[in-house]
Protein backbone atom coordinates (compact mmCIF):
# COMPACT_ATOMS: atom_id res chain seq x y z
CA UNK A 1 0.00 0.00 0.00
CA UNK A 2 1.33 3.66 -0.90
CA UNK A 3 0.58 6.37 1.67
CA UNK A 4 -1.14 9.07 0.04
CA UNK A 5 -2.32 12.49 1.42
CA UNK A 6 -6.44 12.34 0.93
CA UNK A 7 -7.91 15.27 2.41
CA UNK A 8 -7.03 17.93 5.00
CA UNK A 9 -9.18 20.44 6.84
CA UNK A 10 -9.02 23.92 6.02
CA UNK A 11 -10.35 25.81 9.39
CA UNK A 12 -12.35 29.48 8.15
CA UNK A 13 -14.48 32.44 9.27
CA UNK A 14 -16.71 31.43 6.33
CA UNK A 15 -16.35 27.73 4.67
CA UNK A 16 -18.36 28.86 1.57
CA UNK A 17 -16.68 32.13 1.00
CA UNK A 18 -13.09 30.57 1.96
CA UNK A 19 -13.82 27.54 -0.86
CA UNK A 20 -14.86 29.80 -3.38
CA UNK A 21 -11.62 32.24 -3.00
CA UNK A 22 -9.60 28.65 -3.59
CA UNK A 23 -11.59 27.58 -6.55
CA UNK A 24 -11.31 30.64 -8.36
CA UNK A 25 -7.81 31.70 -7.55
CA UNK A 26 -6.58 28.57 -8.37
CA UNK A 27 -8.97 27.61 -11.23
CA UNK A 28 -10.14 24.58 -9.89
CA UNK A 29 -14.16 23.20 -10.04
CA UNK A 30 -17.01 25.05 -7.93
CA UNK A 31 -16.56 23.64 -4.31
CA UNK A 32 -19.38 21.37 -3.41
CA UNK A 33 -21.02 20.19 -0.07
CA UNK A 34 -19.56 17.10 1.93
CA UNK A 35 -21.22 16.42 5.40
CA UNK A 36 -20.61 19.90 7.25
CA UNK A 37 -17.64 20.95 4.74
CA UNK A 38 -17.46 22.53 1.37
CA UNK A 39 -14.73 20.89 -0.32
CA UNK A 40 -12.47 21.94 -2.94
CA UNK A 41 -10.64 19.24 -5.55
CA UNK A 42 -7.38 19.24 -6.26
CA UNK A 43 -6.00 17.75 -9.56
CA UNK A 44 -3.95 14.79 -7.92
CA UNK A 45 -6.78 13.52 -5.67
CA UNK A 46 -6.70 15.62 -2.27
CA UNK A 47 -9.27 17.57 -1.60
CA UNK A 48 -9.41 20.71 0.70
CA UNK A 49 -12.45 20.36 3.15
CA UNK A 50 -13.30 24.06 4.40
CA UNK A 51 -14.80 23.46 8.00
CA UNK A 52 -16.47 26.84 9.81
CA UNK A 53 -13.98 27.75 13.06
CA UNK A 54 -16.17 29.91 15.15
CA UNK A 55 -13.18 30.67 17.55
CA UNK A 56 -10.06 32.75 15.39
CA UNK A 57 -8.60 30.91 12.71
CA UNK A 58 -4.61 29.33 13.37
CA UNK A 59 -2.97 29.88 9.91
CA UNK A 60 -1.60 27.38 8.33
CA UNK A 61 0.47 26.89 5.07
CA UNK A 62 -0.96 25.21 1.83
CA UNK A 63 1.39 24.68 -1.54
CA UNK A 64 0.30 23.93 -4.57
CA UNK A 65 2.51 22.42 -7.08
CA UNK A 66 1.42 23.85 -10.81
CA UNK A 67 2.45 24.38 -13.88
CA UNK A 68 3.59 27.38 -15.86
CA UNK A 69 0.54 28.34 -17.78
CA UNK A 70 -1.11 27.71 -14.46
CA UNK A 71 1.14 30.14 -12.31
CA UNK A 72 0.52 32.87 -15.02
CA UNK A 73 -2.93 32.57 -14.54
CA UNK A 74 -2.83 32.16 -11.10
CA UNK A 75 -0.69 35.02 -10.88
CA UNK A 76 -3.07 37.05 -13.25
CA UNK A 77 -5.29 36.39 -10.86
CA UNK A 78 -3.88 37.54 -7.80
CA UNK A 79 -3.23 40.79 -9.54
CA UNK A 80 -6.90 41.29 -10.84
CA UNK A 81 -8.82 41.04 -7.10
CA UNK A 82 -5.64 43.22 -6.03
CA UNK A 83 -3.90 41.15 -3.49
CA UNK A 84 -0.76 41.35 -1.92
CA UNK A 85 1.79 38.74 -2.99
CA UNK A 86 5.50 37.75 -2.22
CA UNK A 87 8.60 36.10 -3.02
CA UNK A 88 9.74 35.02 0.48
CA UNK A 89 7.45 32.76 2.96
CA UNK A 90 8.43 35.54 5.56
CA UNK A 91 6.52 38.22 3.72
CA UNK A 92 10.04 40.77 2.94
CA UNK A 93 9.71 40.53 -0.41
CA UNK A 94 6.31 41.76 -1.91
CA UNK A 95 5.57 42.37 -5.45
CA UNK A 96 8.52 39.93 -6.30
CA UNK A 97 8.19 36.22 -7.88
CA UNK A 98 11.53 33.75 -6.80
CA UNK A 99 13.11 31.49 -8.90
CA UNK A 100 13.67 28.65 -6.29
CA UNK A 101 15.45 25.33 -7.43
CA UNK A 102 14.90 26.57 -11.49
CA UNK A 103 10.83 27.56 -11.59
CA UNK A 104 8.84 30.08 -9.80
CA UNK A 105 6.90 30.52 -6.67
CA UNK A 106 5.01 33.15 -4.92
CA UNK A 107 3.02 33.42 -1.49
CA UNK A 108 0.09 35.48 -0.91
CA UNK A 109 -3.01 35.39 2.13
CA UNK A 110 -6.10 34.04 2.39
CA UNK A 111 -8.77 35.49 3.56
CA UNK A 112 -7.95 33.95 7.13
CA UNK A 113 -3.96 34.35 7.02
CA UNK A 114 -3.69 31.18 5.92
CA UNK A 115 -0.31 31.22 3.68
CA UNK A 116 -0.58 30.25 0.47
CA UNK A 117 1.80 28.89 -2.16
CA UNK A 118 2.56 28.35 -5.50
CA UNK A 119 5.47 26.43 -7.27
CA UNK A 120 6.58 25.38 -10.46
CA UNK A 121 8.98 23.32 -9.47
CA UNK A 122 9.48 21.42 -6.36
CA UNK A 123 11.85 21.93 -3.77
CA UNK A 124 15.07 20.67 -4.02
CA UNK A 125 14.14 20.68 -8.39
Known amino acids: MTVQLNHTIVRCSDKHASASFYADILGLPQPTAFGPFIVVQVDND???DFADD????HPQHYAFLVSEQEFDAIHARI??????????PAHKVEGEI???DGGRGLYWDDPDGHRLEIITVPYGG
Open 46 to 48: VSL
Open 54 to 57: HGEP
Open 79 to 88: RERGLTWWAD
Open 98 to 100: NTN
